[in-house]
């Protein structure tokens, strides 16, 4: 199905592991994101890519390391997993920024770290 | 820096009330673009509404209408008749045209609604 599909939708792991968290979306849209959810913080930016090789930084991305060889897929990986990583981690895309149709978010990751 | 805040953290309503929820934003860009979300509990987040800064009309989709108004950096949403279903986060975001290709998000509004 045409979209953006996050994996896994929830996730337990324990503090100092690795684990990486995967959005893969059909319509070949440039831009994608990663956010994550915190009561009280809303949604911070982590890390931002506007094409295939290029990633940059947002608000909040110590601990996060981004990838992006392809258009359609921009995983999200925890180097070293911390307690302060638990969180909801959405990754969105949009073709064009602050288009018509705004950015599509995919379903979310819960990931708790113990 | 651009900032979003939307003031009012919880709202509860009873069926059939209408309820504004608030939004602020501060921004140095003369152009940008607001956005409203929202995440019902089953937490998938759902575009509902996209504004430029050139365009103040008001708009209205149904029970949903927005105001838009630079005077005073706000971009509101009513619910009119309230439901049930109505019951979720909303978020408010803003996107400037020189900073960046992201939205920068409020903290949102829990609004509850009971029948």
């Known amino acids: 199905d045409a979209g953006i599909t996050q994996s896994p939708r929830y996730k337990i792991t324990e503090t100092g592991r690795q684990v990486t968290l995967m959005c893969h979306q059909t319509?070949?849209?440039?831009?994608m994101f990663w956010y994550r959810q915190d009561l009280g913080h809303g949604l911070r930016l982590i890390y931002y890519?506007?094409?295939?090789?290029?990633?940059d930084k947002g608000e909040v991305p110590d601990g996060y390391v981004v990838s992006r060889s392809k258009t359609e897929n921009f995983p999200l990986t925890l180097e070293s997993a911390t307690r302060s990583q638990t969180s909801v981690y959405f990754c969105?895309?949009?073709?064009?920024?602050?288009?018509?149709?705004?950015?599509?978010f995919g379903s979310g990751t819960r990931l708790t770290v113990v | 820096a651009q900032k979003v805040t939307q003031a009012q953290t919880e709202i509860s309503v009873v069926e059939k009330e209408d309820v504004t929820l608030d939004c602020v934003y501060e921004?140095?860009?003369?152009?940008?673009?607001l956005f409203w979300y929202k995440q019902p509990p089953s937490g998938e987040l759902v575009f509902l509404i996209r504004?430029?800064?050139?365009?103040?009309q008001n708009e209205i989709s149904g029970r949903y209408s927005w105001n838009f108004q630079k005077s005073t950096s706000s971009f509101n949403f009513t619910i009119t008749a309230s439901q049930v279903v109505d019951s979720a986060v909303y978020f408010c975001?803003?996107?400037?045209?020189?900073?960046?290709?992201?939205?920068?998000f409020g903290k949102g509004t829990t609004l509850s609604v009971s029948s």
């Open positions: 969105a895309s949009t073709p064009i920024p602050a288009g018509y149709n705004g950015y599509t």
């Open positions: 319509w070949s849209h440039s831009y």
């Open positions: 890519s506007a094409a295939a090789d290029i990633t």
């Open positions: 921004t140095r860009d003369t152009t940008y673009y």
């Open positions: 504004r430029n800064s050139f365009d103040e």
């Open positions: 975001a803003l996107k400037e045209d020189q900073a960046g290709t992201a939205l920068i």
